[in-house]
Structure formats: structure tokens, C-alpha cells
């Protein structure tokens, strides 16, 4: 079954404005990692949330975890042209003691200046 | 640079081709993995390395052959490719369950 799928697929915004993108899951994880794309280069990992934790910051990122509905939030304050990317929100389970992440297709992000 | 290398960038190849992608790390981690990036399709897990021994498989063709001769250096080996197969091959590491750190990936397209 898909892990990690992200909503909305695509999200404009203008410069300033804030972006939430949601993602959800489908069985129980051991933490859910938020990465970023650009241009089909390589993935830069942003934040990472384990289960028992609700809510994570790193400077502008706020990530949210729900684990009784299988969802998280990313979201992006004051955003900045630099922000637009492709975002990923990915989730590792227990049984492995290496990382063995599922990701979503993501969501596209443009902010325009 | 993110910590972890990977050679080429780019890479054209005929389907009755040998050709190797390789990944190198010098973070301490101790996993290792292969993933492929098709456009509109997730990212898909290959195969992955803990410790140099190979844990996962995700039921990969083999004309895809990885490497791991240490815990440092991480090979794919491809050879009789098809079209389908053109793709960003990503490689990327951790420690346990921690953030991955991925390269910059190789371009593949197969001709």
C-alpha cells in the first residue's frame, strides 16, 4: 500500500504568504522525515518527527504529526522564492533498525516572487 | 556538497551495455540504499545495505546488480537495460532510522 501520499499535488503562492502541504499514511510508523527537490537533483532532508512527538520547528518549517489519523503538516512561513521545490514527506517503520524510508509522490511547490 | 557522491551525473547507454553507477559516503553511517525516481511515480526503494550486507531486494530485475564492498562504497551494476529504465537513480545514506543524506543522483537514459 502507498505510504506518504501529500496534498495538494501542486500549490502556487506568492512571496510572503505561508504553504502547507499535508501527508498521510497508512500504518503505524516509527517517525515521518519531510524532504525537499530541487530540479530533480538530489533530496535535502528538512525535519524529522518521530511518533511520540506532535510538533517539530527548524527555523521557518513547523511539521505537525496526528498519529491517530495517520497525517502530518509541513508548513512554511514567510515563504521565499528560493522555497520553490518539490516536497516529500516520507515514513520509516519499525522491524528494521536501519531507515528504510516509503516516500509519497510529493508536492510542487512554486512561490512567485 | 551533501557528503554523499555520486558518479557519473549523467549517463546515456545502449541496452546491450555494461555500465556502473557508483556512491560513495564518508558520514559514519552505517546504511546504504539504491532508489529510482521515474517521472510522476514516487520514489521506489531498491535495495538496501546495513552494515555492507544487503537487507532488501524490493523485487528488483536483475539486470540491476548492486555492489558493497564496504561500508563506504556502494555500486550498481547494470547491463541489457531497457527504455523503461531510463530514470534518476538516487543513492542515499543513514545512520539507523535518522534522516537520509542523498546525493545528486544520476541521470540514466537508456537508448
Known amino acids: 500500500s502507498q505510504q506518504g501520499e501529500e496534498d495538494p499535488q501542486a500549490l502556487s503562492i506568492q512571496e510572503g504568504e505561508n504553504a502547507t502541504m499535508n501527508c498521510s499514511y497508512k500504518t503505524s510508523i516509527n517517525n515521518l522525515q519531510w524532504y525537499r527537490q530541487n530540479s530533480g537533483r538530489g533530496l535535502v532532508h528538512l525535519i524529522l518527527?518521530?511518533?511520540?512527538?506532535r510538533e517539530k520547528h527548524s527555523g521557518r518549517l513547523r511539521v505537525t504529526l496526528d498519529t491517530s489519523k495517520k497525517s502530518s503538516s509541513l508548513l512554511i512561513t514567510a515563504s521565499r522564492a528560493a522555497d520553490t521545490a518539490s516536497y516529500f514527506c516520507a515514513t520509516a517503520h519499525g522491524g528494521t533498525s536501519y531507515g528504510k524510508l516509503t516516500f509519497g509522490q510529493g508536492t510542487i511547490l512554486t512561490v512567485h516572487p | 556538497e551533501t557528503g554523499v557522491t555520486q558518479t557519473p551525473r549523467h549517463l546515456v547507454m545502449g541496452m546491450t551495455n555494461k555500465k556502473s553507477l557508483k556512491c560513495e559516503q564518508h558520514l559514519g553511517h552505517n546504511a546504504m540504499y539504491w532508489y529510482k525516481q521515474s517521472a510522476k511515480k514516487p520514489l521506489e526503494l531498491m535495495f538496501v545495505?546495513?552494515?555492507?550486507?544487503?537487507?532488501e531486494n524490493n523485487s528488483v530485475p536483475s539486470r540491476f546488480s548492486p555492489e558493497c564492498p564496504n561500508s563506504s562504497h556502494l555500486f550498481l551494476h547494470l547491463h541489457t537495460l531497457q527504455p523503461e529504465d531510463s530514470a534518476l537513480y538516487l543513492c542515499?545514506?543513514?545512520?539507523?532510522?535518522?534522516?537520509?543524506?542523498f546525493g545528486s543522483g544520476t541521470r540514466l537514459t537508456v537508448v
Open positions: 542515499a545514506s543513514s545512520q539507523d532510522k535518522g534522516g537520509y543524506t
Open positions: 518527527i518521530r511518533s511520540n512527538e
Open positions: 545495505y546495513n552494515f555492507k550486507e544487503q537487507t
